[in-house]
């Protein structure tokens, strides 16, 4: 089920929040746990009932791999198990991922009509493996002092967060699901959800989906191969993946807010920072939080060795390459931010400062001329859209107005952006506050024209509910 679906905006969310608070007047406290439990595991049924076997059988075997943490164990042992599981983790997450790729080159060379990423590849494992990953680390340094199944369960598969993040620790979560005062309903927290679901409504359905069509028929038709269009599909692609990601997060932390449950921000303004350094500490940030605490510090270890932070940020960006798919060009656009970070640390031990703006620019000029190896097939595919962004191009379309529209002429396509799309982005990515911030400020207000104006949005929003889209992070 899609957060930007009829089904989920206006059937399943009201009846789950109606049914988990009726439960919890009563002071079926467990039992209101349970049903929520049970709640996410439908949700998650309706992409495909197979995936709600894989959660289940990794949600138990992470649960008793964690009790053995409570076994009297010497060090050396705690470390092997540790070692262990986690690898245990890693081999079933790439398992599914690199048997994907290979089905994928067998289906294509034998023309089979088989798409194995529809039915092999659970949703979001890369997001509940990580957090069953930080779970068992907390577990051996002995930070999850009591451990119930049930608990344990609602914490990895809680639906708001389940598909694609944010991603969650154990400690942040299962006290505000055993906090009593949050067991009746808060009107300005359910206000508080209604602003974040309708925005992030916005963000997806009239954004990042406008921005997916202008891409679709680029990349389809091979039309990158114009200088202009080369550099439109670098800015659509930086558009719509904030947009989408940033869109399902808002969704996700207001269906959330409507329990009386917090989930961390993961995204801060990213857009607005002066620095590729500081971009990635906005952008995902439950997933950068995991990969500095668990990969970064231990390989660093506090140390002032450039040579050891440097191949720390390195191995980071490699991971996250990975992380979001198996290609070659993965693991080269991680290792190229990897390789940027560098520059940009060891660019600010030179202590020279640039301006704001010019430094916001030149960092969002970086991300742009990094899209080519985002969604495309292979390296060749890359490199030739950055040979022809940079001029290696005889082909030069037109930039005409037309009404609302840029269009370029003369393509044989319908090719055009929509002008109107285009400055609304920009406004909300670069002026107007995040809509983390706008919507502590409309629940604390509860002004009644605002409240006129977010119905209207979400009506408006609603009626460009045409196509169930899924989200881009859907495939990691």
Known sequence: MLFNSIEYIFVFLPLVFILYFLLNKF??????????????????????????????????????????????????????????????????????????????????????????????????????????????????????????????????????????????????????????????????????????????????????????????????????????????????????GYFDFSGYCDMALGSAYIFNISLPWNFNSPYKAQSIIEHWSRWNMTMMRFLKDYIYAPIVNNSNNLLKICMGFIIVFFIYGIWQGSSAVNVVYGLLIGVFVCINFLWNRLNIKIPKIPSIFITFLTLIILTPFLGVKSLNESFLILKTMFGSTDNFYHLVINGIYLKFVPCEFDLKINILILILSFYLIFISKNSTQLAKIYAEKNNIFYTILLAVILFISTLYITKSTPFIYFAF
């Open 27 to 240: 002071k079926l406290y467990k039992t209101s746990t349970i049903f929520l439990l049970i709640a996410s595991l439908i949700f998650y049924r309706f992409y495909k009932i197979e995936y709600v076997y894989i959660l289940t059988v990794s949600v138990i075997v992470n649960y008793l791999l964690s009790l053995c943490f409570d076994l009297n164990l010497n060090q050396k042992k705690r470390k092997i198990l540790l070692a262990c599981s986690i690898i245990l983790n890693v081999i079933i997450l790439l398992g599914f991922k690199y048997f994907v790729m290979v089905a994928n080159i067998y289906t294509q060379i034998n023309k089979i009509p088989f798409n194995p990423m529809e039915y092999i590849i659970p949703l979001g494992i890369s997001f509940f493996t990580i957090q069953e990953i930080s779970y068992l680390i907390d577990c051996y340094k002995g930070e999850i002092k009591e451990k119930n199944f049930f608990d344990y369960a609602l914490f990895v598969s809680f639906f708001p967060q389940l598909v694609a993040g944010p991603i969650v620790r154990y400690n942040e979560m299962i006290p505000q699901f055993k906090d009593i005062s949050k067991k009746s309903v808060n009107q300005q927290n359910i206000f508080t959800g209604i602003f974040l679901i309708t925005v992030g409504l916005l963000k997806k359905v009239i954004l990042a989906d406008n921005f997916s069509d202008f891409i679709e028929i680029v990349m389809k038709f091979d039309i990158y191969k114009d200088f202009y269009c080369s550099w439109f599909l670098g800015l659509s692609k930086v558009l719509q």
